[in-house]
Nanobody, 125 residues
Framework: QVRLVESGGGSVQAGGSLRLACAASGLAFSSLVTGWFRQAPGQEREFVAAIRSSSGSTVYADSVKGRFTISRDNAKSAVYLQMSNLQPEDTAVYYC??????????????????WGQGTQVTVSS
């Protein structure tokens, strides 16, 4: 059974930091692309960052470049999202997703095969 479980969400003030974690099971983690998406109330789910487990190659949304860092630990089948200098507009439910096709790092949510339940991130001004 495939499972993606997010953790690390919470509430912070603007300028603060949080680290999200995604633990994967039931998948060949080393051959995946794992991504983070977020969804604010009333808005569509948007791409944040993704990483290819085998090479460590990464892609970021322009809105988070220089503030967020995605990383992975293949031995633990885990992906992390270090978020710094958080702003109120970063407030959303953050989702971990896995794409079984590692050939391209994709930024479209519908291309991902598996999803976690999400973790809430709230940034106050």
């Amino acid at each position: 059974q495939v499972r993606l479980v997010e953790s690390g969400g919470g509430s912070v003030q603007a300028g603060g930091s949080l680290r999200l974690a995604c633990a994967a099971s039931g998948l060949a983690f080393s051959s995946l692309v794992t991504g983070w998406f977020r969804q604010a109330p009333g808005q569509e789910r948007e791409f944040v960052a993704a990483i290819r487990s085998s090479s460590g190659s990464t892609v970021y949304a322009d809105s988070v470049k220089g503030r967020f860092t995605i990383s992975r630990d293949n031995a633990k089948s885990a992906v992390y999202l270090q978020m710094s200098n958080l702003q109120p507009e970063d407030t959303a439910v953050y989702y971990c997703a896995a794409d079984r096709n590692p050939l391209r790092i994709r930024t479209i949510a519908s291309r991902y095969d598996y999803w976690g339940q999400g973790t809430q991130v709230t940034v106050s001004s």
